[in-house]
């Protein structure tokens, strides 16, 4: 018959402290395992709201040169008097400005470390801390 085995009130001190090692080893092991899967995740996560912003801001540039072109162009020979190509540049600058801002804080807001927090094994590892204290405290009032 093994120390597992034997009944409790004849376990030593000794069995019941490599008992509970023994057992929160293996919980340990279990979080890292879960804590490298999340660290995936978050990798992952990270990626991809990295190449949103970087895409998106490829994108607006591309699309911004082009259309401030058109529009700073259409502006200075219609609609201001005298040809005022520098005050269209200007108004073109404000908007695609406010633009590229917007995209680039949506984009932020997925790289927030709030977003990239492992909340699962957190609260495995609160969970893991208070089953080690009850355990500790019954097998230390049953002895």
Known sequence: ?????????????????????????EVLRGELR???????????????GTAQVALGAVLLLLGTL???TGVVLLAGDQWLPD??????????LVLTGALAAWLARKGMAQLHPSQLAPEQTIET???????????MTSDATSK
């Open 1 to 25: 018959m093994g120390v597992v085995d034997a009944p409790r009130e004849t376990r030593s001190f000794a069995a019941l402290f490599r008992d509970l090692a023994v057992a929160s080893a």
């Open 34 to 48: 879960i804590a490298r899967m999340e660290a995936g995740e978050v990798g992952t996560r990270v990626a991809r």
């Open 66 to 68: 082009a259309l401030a």
């Open 83 to 92: 040809d005022r190509y520098w005050l269209a540049a200007l108004v073109i």
């Open 125 to 135: 590892l609160k969970e893991d801390t208070e089953w080690l204290k009850q355990r």
